[in-house]
């Protein structure tokens, strides 16, 4: 039996948009209601996957076929494996928690669950696509939504951001296209001698022909794919449009951005440049790993040089995205293993992150660090809660980002040592913004004009509980999440590198 | 069988014990004020009942079954990883775990007392709990990983409580200040796990878990990358256990609450490091260098810093300052690798200093929340059961025959010196010195004398509460009593610590020597370790009281370096016993020397103290008063070029990075706006042009077609004539 789960993961959100845009505008609530709905179910879904996932398979589980346009051989195909499994489950719950992040939105409330829904379908439809075309069309329809919801509900410099976002984007989605492209016109099914564009064939080396039998081109793709998808992590020096548009995103939306859209990026170099280019991506594994050290220690620097929290955040995004592509260049078992594993913890605190930004935000109506102080005093439990998100982000043991960071360098160290070093370094210098952050806004003597500050509510606390209890969960035993991934990986790990 | 099935009890009880105050801070502090209290001190004297039946359990069994290990669950597995969460009981790990909750509980019993008043109360006790659930996870966690789980986890609590009263802004910073400090330690505590980690695994064993390094860490070799590995794990614990040049944190800390400075600052988390070396012996005793180094930096750290404790006034910073001291002579006793006379140290310290803390808690509780020594003095009458404990600490830190600081202070010189070390057992006698000197001083201005603080404060001194003096009390005891346990034969004891410690020292014996050497021993690993006491029965003639010295000689077998070094140890029991003997009182003549100038300089002589510090200007003084200028070196060094540093690279993000891109756009704009121009003005300039020239012509021309006949007739006769003029003139 043929089990449809993917689709109602990808679609239910778009049912869900459909039915808010025949609600009437000003019901507010109902439209709100029914978005938590199609994300509730959808989470649901997703908790049954990972009940049922099958971990000792690195194959794709939950597989639907169908075809879509018989005359370009495209495929409706959706499969998932432990390289996208945790990204899908990541997708639902911040999603389904996001919801109810966006509920103090009051402007344009149905266009913005609309979007937002609509956005939700783009996502998971990336992660469980296995036809690139599919894959492609998924990830366009993502930036779309996008696009407005910046562009709408954003801050002050809006525009910018958004026309930012999206044309740096588009960039990168131009320059997949055309290696789509070459992979579709330079491949043959050895069975009915049509073109492809079925991931899971493409993988197959002995179905590529012509030119992508040449080394030249096969690099030239890869840089090309690795530009698409190094906008999207982003790594340095293409991720200046990171911290505009999360500074100018609503709160939920910068959740979606930081938590999801970024982990799209190294995600799609795990799932095409790596199994489809692996000689070209063991040809540029070093330079991968640079890049992955650039990113920890100058995202760390320039964190350390906000003034803006929210800034703060986005630069630390940044150097935490520096581990995961250290850890997947290094092709040890626990490098990729502690990179896809990076990936699912800093989803789940840089979530918790821009949450905690949004609460103080929507108190203080500003961001400035060394405007606030003290905090501590007026909101007791939203510095509880915000302790944990921090500590969770500079790597303490005992919370899930420390498992991640510490596979990423016991793998990476094994190829490269020097490099592992340095990165290293970034520990420190996390640990230097993080705590510098929060003395001074946290700690010394309350502002005069916060003594009326209202507590964290409970609405904001149920956004954050569940993210926080996971990032304890996965700090202590993080072996359910690891069981999930490990397979696949170890499988693509070996397929890379040819043992 | 009932322990070896529940030791993760001695671990989580306190973890319980922290969630469940914590969630009371959380929730408002509903639960009532005496059970926070209870549940904070219930949940250390639970672990400590079980660590006692721990030790009766380990004492129940042949001295090499004497390591327990049980595996709760599989932690981290992937790849070549595989970790438990697991935990080793063995002699050392339990003697650790006896401190942290014996001396943890009396700590927790005292703040009862002195937080009482403290809106935080509940906040309080859950990150003292947290504390001792971090330090009961590094010394009882069964693998590297998992120690260092509870190394940053003790960080974690120090930094939140040094920083407990945060409205305070230097409170505050001192927190941050320490674990940045203490990161920047761990930072090469991370690369020496790793280094361990690949390199062992190179050689065919993936493991960090204790035993099995223990067992196969021969295979480093001695030297090389045993040296790098050792010393990057030092890294660690210098920042750690304030170890030149990473110490600048712990005298800031003593911000926190005097308790917290009793329990963390003092007696347990600053000995983590002296811990970590002690556990990893076998890869130090595999690298003379490494050990060279950590004996060298204990050595000047115990007497830079006890100079620096010389002219501080304030009684929590001398202690600070002592503290690190004595943490030099710990690193000093496992860097000649006596490593069970640095654990010694380790444990009387935590009994004396921790009744140090607590004693000056006790007399800035009296002298309302006073900590400058000039202001108090005189007040041995009114806190008399705080002076007679304080100064029976006293006597011990100093190293007064028969205290506990005598026993192991004292070994450490004597193992120091017969190993060959007389340089560093020259720094470390004056070291002494210098410790009785101002631990005199402190006691001479602060409980002699005329009492010097205003009338207002005079006049609230009063003794502490029950519940504050008992754990002095009973540390007064441990004091005084908790050397006996060590007495070396030389001066007639039967040495039982060091012989309760030895199995986890030995097993660094069967390591060097090659290969061939260690499969005779580790193929029989058992029943090698088995067949020690009798090693040791037939050593004890050769070398009373020399226990480590031989045990590293045996160690060293086929390591002519180490064999000429302790040469000099082996010349006969009869001598080395005098010698021993000799130097025994020669120190404590020596410190009691020291300690009378300290004290009769401050009270009856303070004249020569002025004249002391005029020497040279007063420049001395003054650079010691000043900590030697090492936090402004720091600062200018390190803080600013970094802060400049991410200055500047936020600079280059914003300007050039951001620069780049916003650069593209706009020349994209003006490229479009340029092509738009020539696109307007060029291309369709061209196509306007040449209608217009078509119109103008017409216009022109139109003029010609007026419809008038004089008009053409005219043009006619222009043209013929224009033609024939032509003609004519060609």
Redesign the interface.
């Known amino acids: 039996m043929v089990s449809h789960i993917l689709s109602w993961l990808i679609f239910f959100p778009l049912i869900g948009a459909a039915i808010v845009a025949i609600v009437p505008r000003h019901q507010h609530n109902l439209i709100r209601w029914i978005s938590a709905g199609a994300t509730a179910l959808p989470l649901a879904l997703a908790i049954k996957v990972f009940v049922s996932f099958d971990r000792t398979t690195s194959g794709f589980q939950f597989v639907e076929r169908t075809e879509w346009i018989r005359a370009f051989n495209i495929h409706y195909y959706l499969g998932i494996d432990g390289v996208s499994v945790t990204m899908v489950l990541l997708t639902a719950l911040l999603c389904f928690l996001c919801i109810f992040a966006s509920w103090g939105i009051t402007k344009g409330v149905k266009g913005f669950f609309v979007l937002f829904l609509l956005l939700d379908t783009g996502m998971m439809g990336v992660f469980c696509a296995l036809d690139f075309f599919l894959f492609y069309v998924f990830w366009e329809v993502m930036l779309l939504p996008m696009y407005f919801l910046i562009g709408i509900w954003g801050g002050p410099r809006r525009e910018y951001a958004a026309i930012k976002f999206f044309l740096y984007t588009l960039l990168g989605s131009v320059l997949m296209l055309l290696v789509m492209l070459a992979f579709y016109f330079f491949s043959r099914d050895p069975l009915t001698g049509k073109h492809t564009f079925d991931l899971v064939l493409l993988q197959q080396q002995n179905v590529h022909i012509g030119p992508l039998t040449s080394m030249t081109l096969r690099n030239v793709c890869w840089i090309a794919l690795y530009i698409g998808f190094a906008i999207k992590v982003p790594v340095f020096p293409f991720h200046t449009w990171l911290p505009d548009a999360h500074v100018e995103a609503p709160t939920p939306i910068s959740v979606i951005l930081a938590g999801i859209l970024l982990k799209m990026g190294t995600y799609g170099i795990l799932r095409i440049s790596y199994p489809l280019l692996p000689d070209a991506t063991r040809h540029f594994a070093l330079f991968l790993a640079v890049m992955g050290m650039i990113n920890i220690i100058y995202g760390a620097l320039c964190a350390m040089a906000q003034k803006d929290v929210k800034r703060l955040v986005a630069y630390s995004s940044i150097s935490h995205m520096g581990f995961v592509l250290l850890g997947m260049s290094s092709f040890t078992s626990e490098g990729i293993n502690g990179a896809v594993l990076q990936m699912f913890n800093h989803g789940t605190i840089t979530a918790m992150l821009f949450l905690i930004v949004g609460v103080i935000y929507d108190r203080a109506h500003h961001r400035d660090i060394e405007g606030f102080g003290g905090l501590a005093h007026q909101m007791p439990r939203y510095s509880v809660i915000t302790a944990i998100a921090f500590f969770a982000a500079l790597g303490l043991p005992g919370l899930s980002g420390f498992i991640s960071e510490a596979l990423v360098f016991i793998g990476a160290f094994q190829t490269y040592r020097m490099l592992t070093i340095v990165s290293a370094i970034g520990v420190v210098l996390t640990a230097g913004y993080i705590l510098w952050t929060m003395q001074r806004m946290f700690l010394g003597s309350l502002k005069e004009k916060y003594k009326a500050l209202p507590e964290i509510n409970g609405r904001e606390l149920f956004t954050l509980v569940p993210l926080a209890v996971i990032v304890f969960f996965v700090g202590v035993y993080p072996m359910p999440v690891l069981n999930l991934i490990k397979t696949s990986l170890d499988h693509l790990n070996k397929l890379v590198t040819g043992g | 069988m009932w322990f070896e099935e529940h030791i993760y009890l001695i671990v989580l009880i306190p973890f319980i014990g922290s969630f469940i105050n914590g969630l009371n801070?959380?929730l408002g502090n509903r639960m009532p004020k005496r059970w926070v209290g209870w549940i904070a001190c219930g949940a250390v004297f639970i672990p400590l009942l079980i660590s006692i039946r721990g030790l009766f359990y380990l004492r129940s069994l042949p001295p090499a079954d004497r390591a327990i290990e049980s595996i709760v669950?599989?932690?981290?597995?992937?790849?070549?990883?595989h970790l438990d969460?697991g935990f080793l009981f063995d002699q050392l790990s339990c003697v650790m775990a006896l401190v942290v909750t014996g001396v943890g509980f009396l700590i927790h019993v005292y703040s009862i007392g002195y937080m009482g008043h403290d809106s935080g109360y509940s906040r309080y006790f859950s990150y003292m709990n947290l504390f001792t659930f971090s330090m009961l996870l590094l010394v009882l966690g069964n693998n590297l990983?998992l120690m260092?789980?509870g190394?940053?986890?003790v960080g974690?609590c120090s930094?939140l409580l040094i920083?407990f009263w945060?409205?305070?802004?230097p409170n505050?910073?001192a927190?941050?200040k320490a674990?940045?400090v203490n990161?920047?330690g761990?930072?090469g505590f991370?690369?020496g796990i790793?280094?361990l980690?690949?390199s062992l695994?190179l050689k065919g064993h993936w493991t960090l878990t204790f035993s099995e390094l223990s067992e196969h860490s021969y295979l480093l070799g001695r030297g090389g990358v045993v040296t790098a590995i050792a010393l990057c794990l030092f890294v660690g614990a210098t920042g750690k256990s304030a170890q030149i040049p990473l110490y600048t944190w712990l005298p800031d800390a003593m911000a926190g609450p005097t308790p917290v400075s009793a329990l963390i600052h003092a007696a347990t988390m600053v000995t983590a490091g002296v811990y970590m070396i002690a556990r990893m012996n076998f890869i130090y005793t595999a690298s003379p260098a490494a050990l060279a180094v950590v004996a060298t930096v204990g050595a000047v750290t115990a007497l830079y810093a006890g100079s620096i404790g010389l002219a501080q006034n304030d009684i929590k910073r001398v202690l600070a300052y002592s503290t690190v001291s004595q943490l030099g002579y710990m690193f000093l006793g496992v860097g000649v690798a006596a490593y069970a006379a640095g654990i010694f140290h380790l444990m009387t310290h935590a009994f004396f200093k921790g009744l140090l803390f607590l004693g000056a808690g006790s007399v800035i509780h009296a002298m309302s929340n006073r900590q400058d020594m000039r202001e108090m003095g005189g007040l041995r009458s009114p806190l008399r059961v705080t002076y007679i404990t304080f100064m029976t600490a006293t006597l011990a830190i100093v190293g007064i025959f028969p205290f506990a600081g005598f026993f192991s202070k004292d070994e450490i010189l004597w193992k120091t010196w017969a190993s060959g070390h007389y340089g560093l057992w020259v720094i470390g006698f004056i070291g002494a010195g210098v410790t009785a000197f101002y631990m005199f001083r402190l006691v001479a201005l602060t409980f002699f004398g005329k009492n010097r603080a205003d009338a207002e404060t005079q006049h609230h001194i009063h003794e502490s509460p029950k519940v504050m003096l008992w754990p002095l009390v009973i540390l007064a005891v441990l004091s005084f009593v908790g050397g006996w346990i060590g007495i070396p034969k030389g001066l007639g004891g039967n040495d039982a610590f060091h012989h309760w410690l030895e199995p986890v020292f030995s097993h660094a014996s069967h390591e060097p020597g090659g290969e061939d050497l260690h499969a005779t021993f580790s193929a029989s690993g058992e029943s090698f370790v088995a067949t020690l006491p009798d090693a040791d029965a037939s050593h004890d003639t050769a070398a009373d009281g020399l226990i480590a010295p031989v045990e590293e000689a045996r160690a060293a077998i086929g390591s002519s370096e180490l064999e000429t070094q302790h040469g000099g140890a082996h010349n006969g029991d009869a001598e080395d016993h005098g010698l021993e003997r000799f130097f025994a009182v020669i120190s404590v003549l020596w410190v009691i020397l020291c300690g009378f100038l300290g004290f009769r300089f401050y009270t009856k002589r303070i004249d020569i103290v002025n004249r002391l510090k005029g020497i040279a200007g007063g420049l001395i003084h003054r650079v010691i008063e000043n900590k030697y200028y090492v936090d402004e070196i720091y600062q200018a060094a390190f803080v600013d070029n970094?802060l400049r540093?991410?200055?500047g690279?936020?600079?280059f993000?914003n300007l050039v990075?951001?620069g780049?891109?916003n650069g593209t756009?706009f020349f994209t704009k003006i490229f479009s706006f340029v092509t738009g121009l020539f696109d307007n003005s060029f291309i369709d300039g061209l196509v306007n042009a040449v209608a217009n020239i078509v119109t103008a012509t017409g216009q022109r021309l139109r003029v010609i077609q007026s419809g008038q006949i004089q008009g053409y007739l005219y043009f006619v006769f222009s043209i013929t004539v224009l033609i024939i003029c032509l003609k004519w003139l060609l």
């Not at chain 2, 669950?73 to 990883?81: K, L």
């Open positions: 801070s959380f669950y599989t932690w981290i597995e992937v790849g070549n990883v969460a990983l260092f789980v190394w940053e986890g974690l930094y920083g945060f409205d305070h802004k505050a910073v927190g941050m674990f940045i990161r920047i761990d930072f991370l690369i790793l280094l980690f690949v695994g970094l540093t991410v200055k690279c936020g600079i993000d990075i951001d780049l891109v756009a």
